[in-house]
């Protein structure tokens, strides 16, 4: 019955490509009943094959969509029309029957930094004024996938729909895509994803750089108990390639918590010491704050190595042994470009030299691409004079001629480089375990200019959960004001967060208990300053210092390496190995300024009240009052 009633909604709309009776029966309704509202021209199964890729590259490049970088093998430029190049939190929704599912009871007044609701009734009416018809003279392209590797234990099955074969492009490299997770799958049931650009054909307004998009109508609205996303009017990242932050962490944090485990916006690193001992760091910075130059890290320490696993999104459950077991659910680097350089991070330069598409770069004469970072860089490589850097012919990210010392930016900010994760080459041997690896420290951090200290140790699974809610970046305000711009950033998840963050940190307490063994949880703090804005420490390569220091003290056994401070245990001075480093200020850099931290607690209790309220647990709630007391004891 199920493939009469099938095929009958079938019957205007040609399959372009792959065997729809071959779907299983849930695909086929799925396929068919989102057809039948979108209206495609046709229907397009994607196999995940090389051919499949090199064919939709040849297309868009003969549409003007993909420029070939021709420096490089089957490297290629994207412009995207310039109101669509980042992700768009204000259109970004929650969408569950009761409000404080999604987001937490803050008082009347305060807008919700985490997280926004909407009601189902709203979403109806949405949904019905968007997708109708939408994908009216474009393929519907149906892009299975897996979160993790094919059939892991850990990982996780979606379907996306969409019309836009950029996206089709990118959810190849950024996942596991393909005929052979449909054959996994079987008739078990899988994320929805539906997603639009959101301009039918006939198209009636100019489109930019063959971009077609529709900023005025964007919405991405996530329904975590249907495991449904829809995503409408936007072709960017975040917002279109649905498996990275709609599923592996809006709705993949609800399956977690539904079934025991965690979907973190966290980086997975493999660390080895000089003796060839490894362990595993699972670390969460707010945006742009350098989880990729970490998680791919070069040390400037012999006898060190650093092999990469993930670079934005961590899978945890813990396992039989009680350990902590993660894995990366995603097969690709969707990374920052502008600031990335074989100094910051040779690593992703490395990656990014053949299979990889560039959103939003500039590019040189040379069919190089080029941002802001690489000046040093491409001046040694071609052995320019300042002089002929200055003339050098650039392309800037919206197609103009631009020269390096000109106004404006040759790549966008947000501009991104999508690179498939084996091409790196210090990724993990074990980066697609499907049970994971294990992990022995959890790390937060922040960019925290003053006030605190390099790294310090939490006193427990609870007192480190408050430190991951507390998590903020500070940005000095120019001299001429007072104070300082406090951006909070719970987990880093804030823009993430796919349900009321209480309920959130309430199942963080309850995986952290025995026979679970707890890993150690830690802050770092990269970005400290100097009264006159200069960083105390080096930072980059030199940070594998500190991840020695968190490492020891994970082993345990060198009790003497630390101190007990009002804040945790930070490093005893001599304790962290500075040799062969230019002169570090020790004090300025591990100091405690009571004054900063009782303000600073003063302002994070106010962040807790106003943005938790009463979804607080009450142990974090403990954390806080013991935090404020030792403070003020300082
Ligand atoms: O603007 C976008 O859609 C990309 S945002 C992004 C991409 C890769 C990794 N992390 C992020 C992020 O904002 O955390
Ligand atoms: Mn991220």
């Known amino acids: 019955v199920v493939t009469e009633v099938v095929t009958h909604k079938l019957n205007h709309i040609p399959i372009f490509k792959g065997d729809f009776a071959s779907l299983s029966p849930k695909v086929q309704r799925f396929v068919a009943e989102k057809a039948e509202l979108m209206n495609p021209a046709g229907i397009y199964i994607c196999d995940g094959s090389q051919k499949e890729y090199d064919d939709i590259v040849d297309k868009l490049v003969e549409r003007g969509v993909l420029t070939p970088l021709k420096a490089y093998e089957n490297n290629y430029l994207c412009r995207t029309d310039p109101r669509d190049v980042a992700r768009v939190e204000s259109k970004t929704w929650m969408v569950t029957k009761d409000k404080y599912d999604s987001v937490c009871h803050t008082p009347d007044g305060v807008r919700p930094i985490m997280g926004q609701w909407m009601s189902e009734e709203q979403f109806g009416v949405e949904l019905d004024s968007r997708f109708p018809?939408?994908?009216?003279?474009?393929?519907?392209?149906?892009?299975?996938?897996?979160?993790?590797?094919?059939?892991?234990?850990?990982?996780?099955?979606?379907?996306?729909?969409?019309?836009?074969?950029?996206?089709?492009?990118?959810?190849?490299?950024?996942?596991?895509?393909?005929?052979?997770?449909?054959?996994?799958l079987g008739d078990n049931d899988f994320v929805r994803c539906i997603h639009s650009v959101g301009l039918p054909r006939p198209v009636k307004q100019k489109v930019i750089n063959h971009w077609p998009c529709n900023p005025e109508k964007v919405m991405i609205a996530h329904r975590p108990k249907e495991r449904e996303i829809w995503s409408f009017g936007s072709g960017y990242g975040g917002n279109s390639i649905l498996g990275k932050k709609c599923f592996a962490l809006r709705i993949a944090c609800n399956i977690g918590r539904d079934e025991g485990w965690l979907a973190e916006h966290m980086l997975i690193m493999g660390v080895t010491n000089p003796e060839g001992e490894e362990k595993f760091i699972a670390a969460a910075f707010p945006s742009a704050c350098g989880k990729t130059n970490l998680a791919m890290l070069t040390p400037t320490v012999p006898g060190w190595k650093v092999r990469v696993v993930g670079d934005d999104i961590a899978w945890m459950k813990f396992g039989a042994d009680g350990r902590l077991y993660a894995i990366n659910p995603e097969a690709g680097f969707f990374g920052v470009a502008p600031g990335t350089s074989h100094k910051t991070n040779a690593m992703a330069m490395e990656s990014c030299r053949a299979n990889t598409i560039f959103t939003n770069v500039a590019e040189t004469a040379d069919g190089e691409y080029f941002w802001e970072g690489l000046e040093k860089e491409l001046k040694e490589a071609k052995g320019y004079t300042d002089e002929q850097l200055k003339h050098l012919e650039i392309t800037n990210w919206l197609g103009e001629r631009w020269h390096i010392g000109d106004e404006g930016k040759a790549a966008h900010p947000n501009s991104r480089f999508t690179a498939p994760a084996k091409q790196c080459p210090n990724i993990h041997p074990d980066w697609e375990a499907p049970q994971g690896v294990p992990i022995d420290a959890i790390v937060f951090g922040g960019r925290r200019p003053e006030g605190v200290p390099l790294v310090f140790e939490s006193f427990s699974w609870e007192h480190g959960i408050l430190v991951g809610a507390l998590v903020k970046s500070e940005t000095t305000a120019a001299a001429e004001f007072t104070g300082k711009n406090v951006m909070h950033d719970p987990m880093a998840m804030r823009p993430f967060m796919g349900y009321n963050y209480g309920k959130y940190l309430e199942h963080w307490i309850k995986l952290g208990k025995a026979p679970h063994k707890a890993p150690k949880i830690f802050h770092v703090n990269w970005f400290r300053e100097t009264k006159d804005h200069k960083f105390l420490w080096p930072g980059?390569?030199?940070?594998?210092?500190?991840?020695?220091?968190?490492?020891?003290?994970?082993?345990?056994?060198?009790?003497?390496?630390?101190?007990?401070?009002?804040?945790?245990?930070?490093?005893?001075?001599?304790?962290?190995?500075?040799?062969?480093?230019?002169?570090?200020?020790?004090?300025?850099?591990?100091?405690?300024?009571?004054?900063?931290?009782?303000?600073?607690?003063?302002?994070?209790?106010?962040?807790?009240?106003?943005?938790?309220?009463?979804?607080?647990p009450q142990p974090i709630r403990d954390e806080l009052d013991k935090l404020e007391k030792r403070v003020h004891a300082l």
């Open 540 to 616: 980059f390569g030199d940070n594998i210092r500190v991840l020695d220091w968190i490492l020891r003290r994970v082993a345990g056994g060198e009790e003497e390496i630390a101190i007990e401070t009002a804040i945790g245990y930070v490093p005893k001075r001599g304790t962290i190995n500075l040799d062969g480093l230019p002169r570090i200020d020790w004090n300025d850099l591990m100091s405690i300024p009571k004054d900063y931290w009782v303000e600073d607690v003063d302002e994070s209790r106010h962040f807790l009240d106003t943005q938790v309220g009463s979804d607080l």
């Open 133 to 184: 018809g939408c994908m009216a003279g474009r393929p519907m392209y149906v892009v299975p996938y897996s979160m993790g590797p094919i059939g892991g234990p850990l990982s996780k099955n979606g379907i996306e729909l969409t019309d836009s074969p950029y996206v089709v492009l990118c959810m190849r490299t950024m996942t596991r895509m393909g005929t052979k997770v449909l054959e996994a």
